[in-house]
């Protein structure tokens, strides 16, 4: 635990002000100290009989703002202004609050890909409580004065959720302020539901989900004679005819995100991105098509005859 009058102490060692304290960086102190180090080192000024002692308090002054510098920036920069004050509620208490409100909501952003095939998630958080050996000053024992606990929930039934809701956990962070007070800070979770899934090109427009499927004009093509596309997405396998296509796309009803609290279960809307591009499409496929063209000039030949 740092003591303040050790701290002030140690800043007039260092030559320093307790204001130029609020802004000072771990940098800036190295700096300071390889300074005077310099200056003070007992091999540069051999006729000084306090030499050692000073160079001395000097290495023990750095240790000490060191390690002050390194906890408040732990706990976060919110500025030390005002130091050498100690108020009931000290700002060490309000910026470690302050420090864990910011912990206490957390957003998880499930992806459209859980949304569409699975039933359960799983939520990870992180629970802060001030740590008893050091009453929260930074220990050995701790995470600059909190003990850290990893935890996860399940939410079971992720067809229960809405986009944007907000969650209160079963779950607080710990704080017990320097007068001995113990605040509880509740922990929740705000959900977002992924909107634009790049790898698969996949949007989500509220419950509908929109696909962009890449297809050769050639396979479009090879639908004319009554076979099926198929393709695969997030592992689920779909199946299209001619028929089923109306001005390049094909609706799949109820196939996108499951409704909750009564809005409607979505669609599946894939909107095919045809690829007319001969020089990028796959010999076979050329071949194919040339056997089709054959067949249909066959066919109407046969027909003329
Ligand atoms: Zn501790």
């Known amino acids: 635990m ?12 260092l030559e320093l002000t307790q204001y ?19 200056k003070y080192h007992p ?35 919110f500025g030390f202004s ?3 004050f100690e108020p009931r509620f000290s700002h060490s208490d309000m910026m470690k609050q302050m420090f864990l409100k910011q912990r206490s909501i957390i957003e998880k952003v499930i992806s459209i890909e859980d949304l569409l095939t699975k039933k359960s998630i799983t939520i990870e958080y992180s629970v802060y409580k001030t740590c008893t050996a050091c009453s929260g000053a930074g220990c050995s024992k701790c995470d ?22 907000r969650y209160v956990l079963n779950d607080s962070h710990e704080l017990i302020t320097s007068s001995g007070l113990k605040l509880q800070i509740p922990i929740s979770v705000i ?40 393709f695969k997405l997030y592992n689920r396998e779909y199946q299209f005819g001619l028929n089923d296509i109306q001005q390049s796309s094909i ?4 196939n996108g995100i499951p409704g ?29 098509l040339s056997t089709l063209i054959n067949k249909y000039i066959n066919n109407q030949n046969s027909k003329t005859n």
């Open 260 to 288: 909750s609290f009564g809005s409607s279960t979505g669609d599946l809307i894939v909107v095919l991105d045809i690829n007319f591009d001969i020089s990028k499409i796959k010999t076979d496929k050329i071949n194919d």
């Open 2 to 13: 740092i003591n303040r009058m050790n701290l002030i102490k140690s800043i007039k060692i």
């Open 191 to 230: 959900v977002r539901f992924q909107d634009y899934d790049k790898k698969e090109d996949v949007r989500r427009k509220g419950n509908d989900i929109i696909k962009v499927l890449k297809v050769d004009f050639v396979d479009i093509v090879k639908l004319n004679t009554g076979s099926k596309y198929k």
């Open 144 to 165: 600059g004065g909190f003990i850290i606990e990893n935890k996860s929930i399940e939410i079971s039934n992720i067809d229960r959720l809405i986009d944007g809701g």
């Open 82 to 84: 005002g130091f050498g």
């Open 251 to 254: 609706k799949y009803k109820f």
């Open 20 to 38: 130029e304290l609020d802004d000072l960086t771990l940098d800036d102190l190295k700096k300071k100290f390889r300074e005077l180090a310099k």
């Open 43 to 77: 091999d540069k000024n051999k006729n000084d009989p306090d030499a050692e002692k000073r160079f001395k308090e000097i290495n023990e002054a750095y240790d000490v703002v060191k390690k002050y510098l390194e906890q408040k920036e732990k706990i976060g920069s």
